[in-house]
Every structure is written in structure tokens, then in C-alpha cells.
């Protein structure tokens, strides 16, 4: 089974919408048992909080399942726990090699390899951030 970790900023939105996404992707082509799917934060705001509602609001118009999930923080333990964990974004990076100097390695992969997914706490834009996920599970992960 191949262990994957979804990581954001604060694992209210993108990294919470990948793992549910990914989820149901990996469940609607027969490979659920070839996956667990987890997700995290860089930061400490939102630990605790479920996903961001307007997140919620998308993948339910998409007649995609909720994960029950609350915000926490990526820990030294996940390095070792995941056999790869995918950021969002160029921040998310940054954020990572300053928290996991000297482990960062391959391991780590930006989710779409030529460009960010934006952060729609910011942009509001919900629909590019889902096709976004979407593309990147169907690069990464071949769902």
C-alpha cells in the first residue's frame, strides 16, 4: 500500500480537498486498497479545524465524499510514515525545508510539477483549485 500525505499552508482547503479527492478517485477505480491518503499543514492556525466551508461547498457539488478530518500539523514522524508527500505550492516548499533541513528529499514533490495551485482561502476560486488536484492525482498517481 502506498502512503501519501497531501500538505498545504493550513490544512483547511488544498491539502484536505486532495485527500478526499484522491479518496474517492482511488474508491470509484477499484484501488482503494492500493493507497491511504492522509493530509497536513506547515503552519499551526487552523490545527483542529475541519475543512474550510466554501472547500466543502465544491467537493460537495462535485458529489465527492468528505474525509472527517481535522486540521494537524506535517511532523518529523511523517517523513518516515509516507512513501510521498505532495505540497501545493512554492510557500509550502519554503516552509518545509526550513521545518525538515536535511530531509527534505525525494520524497517531497510539488503536486503539479509546472505551476502552483493557488490557495483559494485567498483567491476564492474553488473550481481551478479542485481541476488543479484533479490533474496532478491523474499525473501523480494515475487515478
Not at 490544512?11 to 474517492?24: D, E, L, T, V, W
Not at 483542529?48 to 478530518?69: C, D, F, Q, S, W
Request: aromatic share 12%.
Amino acid at each position: 500500500m502506498e502512503k501519501i500525505l497531501f500538505v498545504c499552508h493550513g490544512n483547511i482547503c488544498r491539502s484536505q480537498m486532495a485527500q478526499s479527492i484522491a479518496f474517492y478517485l482511488a474508491k470509484k477505480a477499484g484501488k482503494e486498497d492500493e493507497f491511504y491518503f492522509d493530509s497536513a499543514a506547515t503552519s499551526t492556525e487552523e490545527i483542529g479545524n475541519t475543512m474550510y466551508p466554501p472547500a466543502v461547498r465544491k467537493l460537495n457539488k462535485e458529489n465527492i465524499p468528505v474525509v472527517k478530518h481535522r486540521a494537524r500539523q506535517i511532523t518529523k514522524n511523517d517523513i518516515d510514515a509516507f512513501d510521498k508527500i505532495y505540497y501545493m505550492d512554492r510557500n509550502n516548499e519554503n516552509n518545509l525545508k526550513r521545518m525538515f533541513r536535511g530531509l527534505f528529499d525525494e520524497k517531497f514533490e510539488r503536486l503539479l510539477i509546472d505551476r502552483d495551485i493557488s490557495d483559494p482561502w485567498y483567491t476564492d476560486d474553488f473550481d481551478s483549485c479542485f481541476d488543479d488536484i484533479v490533474e496532478g492525482l491523474h499525473d501523480k498517481l494515475g487515478i
